[in-house]
């Protein structure tokens, strides 16, 4: 039975030629014109090719997310197999989690872009939408939320982050590792994450926004005062090593932590934020002691997203604390 896979295309390198004028790229291809330059991909799968956005990944916001989440339900809903979504490699790692927040769908959802432009030598990014159709068109990746496919690895949404500016192999799931891959035309998924978060935020809506900060040596503090007055709903700090900020900083994250919700992460970019380990002031277990919460193995980008979408849903801080503990 041939089966039916949407790409829906958001812009990015993948999609850009060289400007008129020629200074520079941008995205000018559409998903049609993608697709159109990969005539594999019409043994893989009968496919749907459609524009949604055509922006740099640098310029998508959670509302395109939140929109973009809508029409994969719409697609799915209407008989699709599978759905791939082509973007700026910039933002990949934050779409994907955004939509495994937020698609409940027990179908392949595939996230890919490529790093070098059509027009550059060893361009990625045909090779890369081929592997994310073959992935999109099985049954190997249902029920596994949303994946990222690139450079023939694929990686679940929680773990994968972009960990170089220019190469080919610059996605890696530090954490974890891939979880499978795509070897000989043919999709080996050995490894499945546990139980996912689904966050049912309405579609349209405008998440509450939620500042990211990252603490540095001799930071002093002064941005966190003036957060809440700003109109932030919510901070992830991220703090050195498991968890940690300067002791001179106590005081202002606990009147922080009064006013919104604080998530704390680690700025290290892997492993799991600590609970219970160091006792210093300013240490993991002295700022959870003063209503912090943890972000668990999550980086703070991911944690950021995961905060704004769930206070957009109305999430009170238990839920939330609980959503970060199972995603961990």
């Not at 995205?27 to 991909?41: F, H, I, K, N, T």
């Not at 937020?102 to 990014?125: E, F, I, K, N, Y």
């Not at 960990?163 to 999709?187: C, K, M, N, Q, Y």
């Not at 050995?190 to 930071?219: E, K, N």
Request: proline share 6%; glycine share 12%; charged share 20%.
């Amino acid at each position: 039975m041939t089966r039916t896979v949407h790409v829906l295309s958001l812009g990015g390198t993948i999609a850009m030629t060289t400007r008129t004028d020629g200074r520079g790229v941008e995205p000018a291809l559409d998903a049609a014109d993608l697709v159109a330059g990969v005539p594999e991909l019409a043994e893989v799968a009968t496919i749907g090719a459609e524009e949604f956005r055509r922006l740099p990944g640098a310029q998508l916001r959670l509302t395109d997310l939140i929109a973009l989440a809508g029409r994969v339900r719409e697609l799915v809903a209407a008989g699709g197999d599978g759905v791939v979504v082509t973007q700026g490699t910039d933002t990949i790692e934050e779409t994907a989690f955004a939509l495994d927040l937020l698609s409940d769908t027990d179908r392949p959802v595939v996230v890919t872009g490529a790093l070098r432009g059509p027009g550059q030598p060893g361009a990625d990014g045909p090779a890369n939408l081929l592997a994310a159709v073959r992935v999109a068109a099985g049954d190997e990746a249902c029920g596994l939320g949303v994946v990222v496919a690139m450079n023939d690895e694929i990686h679940a949404a929680r773990f994968v982050r972009k960990l170089h500016t220019s190469r080919p192999s610059a996605f890696a799931s530090p954490s974890a590792g891939p979880i499978g891959w795509v070897a000989e035309d043919r999709v080996r998924i050995p490894l499945r994450p546990a139980a996912r978060v689904v966050i049912g935020a309405p579609l349209g809506t405008q998440p509450p926004p939620v500042a990211l900060v990252t603490i540095a040596l001799g930071d002093d503090g002064r941005i966190l005062r003036e957060l809440p007055d700003l109109g932030f709903g919510g901070v992830v700090l991220a703090g050195f090593g498991a968890g940690h900020v300067p002791g001179r900083l106590v005081e202002d994250v606990t009147r922080l932590a009064r006013r919104i919700p604080v998530v704390l992460a680690s700025r290290c970019g892997a492993g799991e934020g600590f609970r219970t380990t160091y006792g210093f002031p300013g240490s993991e277990r002295d700022l959870l002691s003063r209503g912090l919460l943890t972000a668990g193995a999550l980086d703070p980008f991911k944690a950021r997203i995961l905060l704004s979408l769930a206070l957009g849903a109305g999430w009170r801080t238990e839920r939330i604390a609980a959503a970060f503990d199972q995603v961990a």
